[in-house]
């Protein structure tokens, strides 16, 4: 069996490698308990599937964090992160213009993240959008 190989060697654990895999829009509390639900296994399957074949016979040990674990153990109220919550209309229209338009008052200081447009989980956009910003910004000074 040929076992997927990762393509950056920093998230290597001794011989193994290691996978995040992050499920959004979880319930807060499954009834019966986390424990013994199926749902986590679910989630393993379908990213499975959509790997390919090997992968999940490669996968040897793994763990979930619900919604309650993050409640219980970070603060973050039902399981929820704060992001960019303001949605597509807020941007256009240019509400908090530091979270849509990455450009603060103060000179040369940028904003991106989680907080800013479009938010987490849509994973680099901010990003990319600020680094734009900073590059037209470089360009008329």
Do not use: C, I, K
Not at 91 to 113: I, K, N, S
């Amino acid at each position: 069996m040929n076992t997927p190989s990762v393509l950056d060697p920093t998230m290597r654990v001794g011989a193994d490698h290691l996978l995040s895999l992050e499920v959004l829009w979880t319930p807060y509390a499954v009834p019966g308990g986390w424990a013994g639900s199926a749902e986590p296994q679910r989630w393993l399957d379908l990213l499975a599937a959509q790997v390919g074949p090997g992968f999940a016979g490669g996968v040897r040990r793994w763990r979930v964090v619900t919604p309650e674990d993050y409640e219980r153990d970070l603060g973050m109220p039902r399981g929820w992160a704060p992001s960019f919550s303001g949605g597509p209309l807020a941007a256009l229209v240019g509400r908090d213009r530091e979270l849509t338009r990455y450009a603060t008052p103060v000179r040369g200081l940028f904003l991106t993240g989680a907080g800013t447009f479009p938010g987490a989980g849509v994973w680099g956009a901010s990003g990319r959008n600020a680094a734009a910003v900073v590059l037209a910004d470089a360009q008329r000074a």
